[in-house]
């Protein structure tokens, strides 16, 4: 069946003849592959389209596949030699070296536990590698990068709802900030980690979080009014 | 030369191959490895028979036994099939438990037996609600080399055919059981279910009779149950798909061969002199 | 059919009706979708009802007049060394029965659901993975094969896992007066000499898996085959339907995903 930008896509389905134009030039996201001189859908969900020829397929999905350049929180599990082993919710554990982080040298071990969390960027990931973790950009310096302090909360969910709350429109986590102090670390594999200065805040804002899964963005900011006035009553 | 190039890419020596019409081990696509049948091998069982296709080679072994039929089937006899796929058929088995395949297979034949009504299971009840005969086939893969469901039934059909039982009188009043086992009355088998496999090969090439190779390299495999121009079962267990005239090929030539086997069982069982 | 009911404090939505579709929408982390599309006489009442409240976890439960399956997918996640497969990912299906242990004859219905899915799939795309189909049957009042079929499909449909195309399973029966019924419950099936179970693909309807039971002619055969395969047609539109529906519900509720 041939569909069109907007429509329902399901597994199967040809995109109708796309502008080739643009020197033939498209760029496939995801949900989308090239067959011959078709482009098919592989994923259900909604067709997109941006700018002359960016197209790909909104879908909800739960399990993280790495991507290049991601940015990810992930626990460190194990450590062999001189890599560490983190789990970012993929299908194989991430390496992450001990010189990938910022003024680390051979000398100058970075301190890196088992067990602590980690905010890093994804440098390689592809289907037959195993997925590799940096903590310093390409200049050497972490930025905001690196272990995450102690005493934070970690919890995951859909990769749909990372996107929402990650988007700019979203004025969620803003105005949760404006009343309570946090820190907040946003992985793209559906991890979040969160430190508050109390157990009561980081319950409220994990359940805030949780709950805009399926809210509007004027929802979201009347939920955000809710929690803060639930805080301060107690 | 050629073995190298068949380790280091398998599916393409096999697409050179077929696109010159014609498949390694010199067969064209159509054509059946050749069949040979040897009944009543084992002279412990009731029936029994041996089957080699190519170079898959089934025995089957008939075992009865004495039974109460069950409650809520009085008058029916037990028919129990078994596939077993030893760990000396093929380097895929490990011992152990019955592999997935062999479950399957058993499942397979057991259905074909039911959809075929080859044997009556009323013909092996001997006083209802209290004695029937059990029968035990045994299909035994000694080398599986493909095609593991046509050998397995024809063995099966041919064995049953050899079946022999002793006479039994059983007294309801006394609750005793006579067997006079130098008595002895063939199996009634109403009809011989014949199946034909096909291997699909790069989505579009129908392979006959595949061998192990072949099935493993292929996109999927098909089995066709024929019995007397009717069919008994058409099972393809996913794989790539098919179209219709693809599927009718298939049927016909099961068809055609469902002929040659019942004529090549008839004459091995004629020339037992039974 | 079984539609649980939770009453979230706080965010809760009504039921809506749109038309003869029924769509409950529960929040916090509830969210079930239910659609009943009812068919004039061939498929009756197939009923779908996906939920998304597992963690990586997938499910869809598929109601055919009341032959209901519970499906879950899992992956692509990580997999055992034996089963390691370098370039692809390796598909299992699981299915567990009503009652009891997994049967021999329940081994046959895990084949044919691995292969089919396996098909389907883009396995490529994730090599040494696994991807785990398991399917709980609920109730089987007839075609229980087909509802498995269809539910492990809806429920890859949901888990935004690559395939190359869908699946459609349909069940038909011969009766003892050759005619033949789409769709038989089981207590036509009783009164049956064959019964015949098709999938089918989404993209040339060609022919996937086949499963048959009984006795019947070429043409019976060939008639069955036709007749099933017109009515593919009906749980492909009322796959589509579903996720326009989840969407919908989606686009609804997060205009982030508007571009």
Redesign the interface.
């Known amino acids: 069946m041939e569909v069109n930008v907007g429509d329902?896509?399901?597994?199967?389905d040809v995109i109708q003849a796309p502008n080739t134009n643009d020197k033939g030039k498209l760029i496939l996201g995801p949900?989308l592959?090239r067959h011959m001189d078709e482009v098919?859908i592989?994923?259900?969900?909604?067709l997109?389209?941006?700018g002359r020829n960016v197209y790909w397929v909104?879908?909800?999905?739960?399990?993280y596949?790495p991507v290049k350049g991601d940015t990810v929180v992930g626990v460190v599990v194990n450590r062999s030699g001189d890599t560490f082993k983190v789990d970012i919710?993929s299908?194989?554990q991430a390496s992450l070296s001990y010189l990938a982080f910022e003024g680390a040298t051979k000398k100058n071990r970075p301190d890196v536990q088992i067990g602590d969390i980690v905010f890093a960027k994804l440098l390689e990931a592809s289907?037959?590698l195993e997925p590799e973790l940096v903590c310093v950009d390409s200049y050497g310096k972490k930025g905001k990068l690196g272990v995450l302090p102690e005493g934070g909360f970690i919890f995951?969910c859909?990769l749909?709802l990372i996107?929402?709350i990650l988007?700019p429109?979203?004025q969620m986590l803003k105005i949760l900030g404006s009343e309570i102090p946090y820190d907040i670390a946003v992985g793209m594999n559906g991890k979040l980690w969160l430190k508050t200065k109390s157990i009561k805040e980081t319950i409220a804002i994990v359940n805030a979080i949780?709950?805009a899964?399926?809210?509007?963005?004027h929802e979201i900011a009347s939920?955000c009014d809710d929690v803060i006035n639930a805080l301060k009553g107690m | 030369m050629a073995t190298c190039y068949k380790s280091i890419h398998p599916v393409k020596y096999y697409r050179d191959f077929l696109a010159k019409g014609v498949r390694p081990d010199g067969r064209d696509m159509q054509k059946f490895r050749p069949v040979s049948i040897n009944v009543d091998s084992i002279k412990t069982a009731e029936g029994s028979a041996i089957v080699k296709i190519g170079n898959t080679v089934v025995v089957c072994g008939i075992k009865a036994e004495l039974a109460a039929p069950k409650a809520e089937e009085p008058n029916f006899g037990y028919l129990v099939p078994n596939v077993e796929l030893p760990p000396l058929c093929s380097p895929r088995f490990c011992p152990g438990p019955p592999s997935d395949l062999a479950q399957v297979s058993s499942n397979f034949i057991a259905e074909t037996l039911t959809s075929s009504g080859c044997v009556d299971l009323k013909d092996l009840c001997i006083a209802p609600e209290h004695l029937a005969w059990v029968l035990h086939c045994d299909l035994i893969c000694l080398d599986h080399d493909g095609s593991l469901w046509d050998a397995c039934v024809i063995a099966l059909v041919a064995a049953l055919r050899t079946v022999k039982l002793p006479h039994v009188s059983y007294d309801v009043e006394a609750e005793t059981t006579v067997v006079s086992p130098e008595k002895r009355n063939k199996l009634q088998v109403h009809n011989t279910p014949v199946a034909t496999t096909f291997a699909i090969f790069d989505d579009e090439i129908l392979l006959t009779d595949p061998t192990n190779e072949e099935e493993s390299l292929s996109s999927g495999v098909m089995t066709i149950v024929v019995q007397g121009g009717q069919l008994c079962s058409v099972h393809k267990p996913g794989g790539s798909p098919l179209t219709e005239s693809q599927l009718q090929e298939c049927i016909n030539g099961a068809m055609k061969r469902a002929e040659y086997i019942n004529k090549l069982v008839n004459m091995t069982l004629e020339s037992l002199g039974t | 059919m079984v539609i649980r009911e939770h009453t979230a404090p706080g965010f809760n939505r009504p039921a809506e009706n749109f038309g003869n579709h029924v769509i409950s929408q529960k929040t916090m982390n509830e969210f079930y979708t239910i659609i009943d599309i009812r068919h004039n006489v061939t498929l009756q009442h197939p009923v779908a009802l996906l939920r998304s409240d597992f963690e990586f976890c997938f499910d869809a439960v598929c109601v055919q007049r009341d032959t209901a399956v519970v499906t879950a997918v899992f992956g692509p996640a990580e997999v055992k060394p034996q089963r390691i497969l370098i370039d692809k990912a390796s598909v299992e299906a699981l299915y567990r029965p009503k009652t009891g242990l997994p049967r021999v004859h329940d081994k046959m219905r895990e084949t044919l659901i691995r292969n089919t899915c396996s098909t389907a799939l883009l396995v490529t795309l994730h090599p040494r993975t696994s991807i785990s189909i398991i399917v709980q049957e609920m109730q089987d009042s007839g075609g229980l094969l087909a509802c498995a079929v269809n539910a492990a499909c809806l429920a890859l449909i949901n888990s935004g896992i690559a395939m190359k195309f869908l699946v459609a399973a349909v069940s038909c029966m011969i009766d003892h007066e050759d005619n033949i019924l789409i769709d038989p419950n089981s207590k036509q099936l009783k009164g049956s000499k064959a019964s015949l179970t098709f999938v089918f693909d989404s993209i040339k309807k060609n022919i996937m898996a086949c499963h048959t039971t009984g006795r019947f002619t070429q043409l019976q055969y060939e008639e069955s085959l036709l007749k099933c395969r017109n009515g593919s047609d009906k749980i492909f539109s009322f796959y589509r339907e579903i996720v326009r529906k989840v969407h919908q519900e989606h686009d609804r509720m997060s205009p982030t995903c508007r571009t």
Request: proline content about 2%.
């Open positions: 329902v896509v399901l597994p199967g949900g592959c098919l592989t994923t259900s969900g909604v997109r389209k941006k909104d879908s909800h999905r739960k399990r596949v919710g299908s194989e289907r037959d995951t859909s749909n996107r929402k988007n429109k979203c949780l709950t899964e399926h809210l509007q963005h939920l």
